[in-house]
């Protein structure tokens, strides 16, 4: 079978329809994106008046969740990358089998991960360096989390359901609704009001499961009326399946938290002003990466739904026209943080000891826009063909092999900052390099095996 010649970046397909296609699954998932991570700060936020201890008992707490959430997210990209090649193929029963049982899993994986967190409250509060009066609070606050840590998966697994399904526009009410809840519940929660008593730091935790319950039950019942999940039907291969492709995700995603977590660690070295103008930096950069985020959703249920149909050619062009759209707005914004950094670090903070740091952070990151975009574009891609394990090589290649060592190196050498933040320039023009070369080769070939008698056809 002949295969056209070329870079696998080269245009070869109906290019407006599946830009088209890609904006609409996209936008709700940026949205849910920004929800999601506003869910923390409104915790944060919420608890500040309670004193600077009840914000680091929250905060230490949520760092404490963030690593057991990992598990969730294998879970659910497994979720996703095989309920949306089940639809490809055009067999939607199988899919909804799969789909309810695989939420039971997942509510059962995290019923033992509770138990787990429960145990391991305080000593993981204490290990982080935390003062026995924020271990205490740190306590309080898991114990509610925890406590109701299947609702978590719960909500998780549902929303891969609807994402494999190509709705990303069902999550986005969910988790929208889920935080307006929270903001009315949490405050009289927290500090108490009329009959209710003040709970503090666990008024907070209380609020997010209520609101996390409710999204739950709203993505539950829009599943089974819209036939996305069965309680009969899927076969255990197609569980194994799912966990082939999701145990390498949550690596993946373990190694790259825990590697931030170290190179944090690392430029902390050069002290609290250059640590806040990191963090600041941080916060600006998302304005740019969310976006691609959210297209890298988009890209992953497109690939998996049109390699499960056997169609190669449409998952190439998706991969091909995400890639390219990411770029587009990325380097935009790159240009935007090496031209006009000093207003945007001032949008944040006015302390000058952060303000010339922050500049130069974002001048640095401003170059590794477009290896950055590519990289998470053309991973989203391989995860919705089901290649993870790739996709966990080059993590550990770029995160572990040349970010942290080539950070530590130059800080140790008494190296200046602009070293350190360099690193992440080579890290992800390496781990594009690494996924450019996979590509390059064979373009995209689907790992998920449907069990079918044929996953052949458009080639």
Same mark, same amino acid.
């Given at each position: 079978?002949? &295969?056209?010649?070329?870079?696998?970046?080269?245009?070869?397909?109906?290019?407006?329809?599946?830009?088209?296609?890609?904006?609409?699954?996209? =936008?709700?998932?940026?949205?849910?994106?920004?929800?999601?991570?506003?869910?923390?700060?409104?915790?944060?936020?919420? +608890?500040? #008046?309670?004193?600077?201890?009840?914000?680091?008992?929250? %905060?230490?707490?949520?760092?404490?969740?963030?690593?057991?959430?990992?598990?969730? =997210?294998?879970?659910?990209?497994? /979720?996703?990358?095989?309920?949306?090649?089940?639809?490809?193929?055009? !067999?939607?029963?199988?899919?909804? %089998?799969?789909?309810?049982?695989?939420?039971?899993?997942?509510? %059962?994986?995290?019923?033992?991960?509770?138990?787990?967190?429960?145990?391991? &409250?305080? =000593?993981?509060?204490?290990?982080?360096?935390?003062?026995?009066?924020?271990? !205490?609070?740190?306590?309080?606050?898991?114990?509610?989390?925890?406590?109701?840590?299947?609702?978590?998966?719960?909500?998780?697994?549902?929303?891969?359901?609807?994402?494999?399904?190509?709705?990303?526009?069902?999550?986005?009410?969910?988790?929208? %609704?889920?935080?307006?809840?929270?903001?009315?519940?949490?405050?009289?929660?927290?500090?108490?009001?009329?009959?209710? @008593?003040?709970?503090?730091?666990?008024?907070?935790?209380?609020?997010?499961?209520?609101?996390?319950?409710?999204?739950? +039950?709203?993505?539950?019942?829009?599943?089974?009326?819209?036939?996305?999940? #069965? =309680?009969?039907?899927?076969?255990?291969?197609?569980?194994? @399946? /799912?966990? &082939?492709?999701?145990?390498?995700?949550?690596?993946? &995603?373990?190694?790259q938290q825990v590697g931030q977590m170290t190179y944090a660690k690392i430029v902390l070295l050069y002290g609290t002003s250059v640590y806040a103008a990191h963090q600041v930096g941080l916060a600006i950069e998302a304005f740019s990466f969310m976006p691609a985020l959210g297209a890298g959703l988009a890209v992953t249920t497109l690939v998996g739904q049109a390699l499960g149909g056997g169609r190669a050619r449409r998952a190439n062009a998706v991969m091909r026209e995400g890639a390219w759209l990411a770029v587009a707005f990325m380097a935009l914004m790159g240009v935007v943080f090496f031209s006009v950094p000093g207003p945007l670090i001032r949008a944040f903070t006015d302390d000058a000891g952060v303000l010339e740091p922050g500049i130069l952070y974002l001048r640095i990151v401003a170059l590794l826009q477009v290896p950055l975009a590519l990289t998470l574009l053309l991973a989203a891609a391989l995860r919705g063909s089901g290649d993870t394990r790739y996709n966990l090589i080059v993590t550990i290649g770029g995160m572990w092999g040349v970010r942290i060592p080539a950070a530590a190196a130059a800080a140790f050498a008494g190296a200046p900052i602009a070293a350190v933040w360099s690193a992440m320039i080579v890290d992800w023009t390496v781990r594009t390099a690494l996924i450019v070369r996979r590509l390059s080769r064979r373009g995209l070939v689907t790992k998920v095996s449907l069990g079918l008698p044929s996953q052949g056809g458009e080639r």
């Amino acid at each position: 079978m002949s &295969r056209r010649r070329g870079s696998f970046l080269s245009p070869l397909f109906h290019t407006g329809r599946v830009r088209r296609h890609i904006a609409k699954l996209a =936008w709700p998932a940026v949205l849910s994106h920004l929800f999601l991570r506003l869910g923390g700060i409104l915790d944060v936020f919420l +608890v500040g #008046r309670l004193g600077a201890s009840a914000i680091a008992g929250v %905060g230490v707490g949520q760092l404490h969740v963030f690593l057991w959430t990992t598990a969730l =997210w294998g879970i659910s990209a497994g /979720t996703t990358v095989v309920t949306a090649h089940l639809r490809g193929a055009k !067999d939607p029963d199988r899919a909804a %089998g799969v789909a309810g049982r695989l939420l039971a899993a997942g509510i %059962g994986i995290a019923a033992v991960l509770a138990i787990l967190g429960l145990l391991g &409250r305080t =000593w993981v509060a204490r290990l982080m360096g935390a003062a026995p009066d924020v271990v !205490d609070l740190a306590a309080a606050y898991l114990g509610l989390l925890f406590l109701f840590f299947p609702i978590t998966a719960a909500l998780s697994v549902l929303a891969a359901v609807f994402h494999g399904a190509g709705n990303t526009r069902v999550p986005l009410i969910a988790y929208a %609704g889920a935080n307006l809840l929270h903001v009315a519940i949490a405050i009289p929660l927290i500090y108490g009001v009329g009959t209710i @008593e003040p709970m503090g730091v666990r008024g907070a935790a209380l609020a997010v499961v209520l609101s996390d319950g409710a999204a739950a +039950v709203f993505l539950f019942v829009l599943a089974l009326k819209g036939g996305l999940i #069965r =309680w009969r039907g899927g076969s255990g291969g197609m569980i194994r @399946e /799912t966990f &082939r492709v999701g145990l390498p995700v949550f690596f993946d &995603r373990l190694l790259q938290q825990v590697g931030q977590m170290t190179y944090a660690k690392i430029v902390l070295l050069y002290g609290t002003s250059v640590y806040a103008a990191h963090q600041v930096g941080l916060a600006i950069e998302a304005f740019s990466f969310m976006p691609a985020l959210g297209a890298g959703l988009a890209v992953t249920t497109l690939v998996g739904q049109a390699l499960g149909g056997g169609r190669a050619r449409r998952a190439n062009a998706v991969m091909r026209e995400g890639a390219w759209l990411a770029v587009a707005f990325m380097a935009l914004m790159g240009v935007v943080f090496f031209s006009v950094p000093g207003p945007l670090i001032r949008a944040f903070t006015d302390d000058a000891g952060v303000l010339e740091p922050g500049i130069l952070y974002l001048r640095i990151v401003a170059l590794l826009q477009v290896p950055l975009a590519l990289t998470l574009l053309l991973a989203a891609a391989l995860r919705g063909s089901g290649d993870t394990r790739y996709n966990l090589i080059v993590t550990i290649g770029g995160m572990w092999g040349v970010r942290i060592p080539a950070a530590a190196a130059a800080a140790f050498a008494g190296a200046p900052i602009a070293a350190v933040w360099s690193a992440m320039i080579v890290d992800w023009t390496v781990r594009t390099a690494l996924i450019v070369r996979r590509l390059s080769r064979r373009g995209l070939v689907t790992k998920v095996s449907l069990g079918l008698p044929s996953q052949g056809g458009e080639r």
